[in-house]
């Protein structure tokens, strides 16, 4: 396991990670010292446990949002996949009923050329 020094809110503490990621874990860290930056510049020093709470609350509250949207989005996407799927059912019948209708003119244009082949052998 790797160990790296983070700072909050002016103080350093010591975390284990994998390997690996390191700089993930810095950036988590520089974030969440910027939510207790926020919350300790409107409520100036109202103690490092309330900082921590009130920014570990915003945390999970910007999780949520982002949570309820995932949930939205991947509704739409099922939605569209849906749809995407009535579609393609939808254009294998025409093209089905298409090829049908062409194999009956087909059909017809080699009857019409067999009689024509017919009359034209007999008027020779």
Request: net charge negative; charged share 30%.
């Amino acid at each position: 396991m790797a160990q790296i020094t983070v700072m909050i809110d002016g103080k350093a503490y010591r975390m284990a990670c994998e390997e690996g990621q390191e700089d993930h874990l810095t950036e988590l860290a520089a974030r969440f010292d910027r939510y207790v930056g926020h919350l300790k510049s409107q409520f100036g020093e109202i103690g490092d446990l309330r900082l921590t709470v009130m920014a570990g609350i915003m945390v999970t509250d910007e999780l949520s949002e982002v949570n309820r949207r995932l949930k939205a989005l991947e509704a739409d996407v099922a939605a569209l996949r849906q749809t995407r799927d009535s579609f393609a059912a939808e254009q294998e019948r025409s093209e089905a009923t298409i090829a049908a209708a062409l194999g009956e003119v087909a059909a017809d244009l080699n009857g019409i050329t067999a009689k024509l082949n017919g009359r034209t052998v007999a008027r020779h």
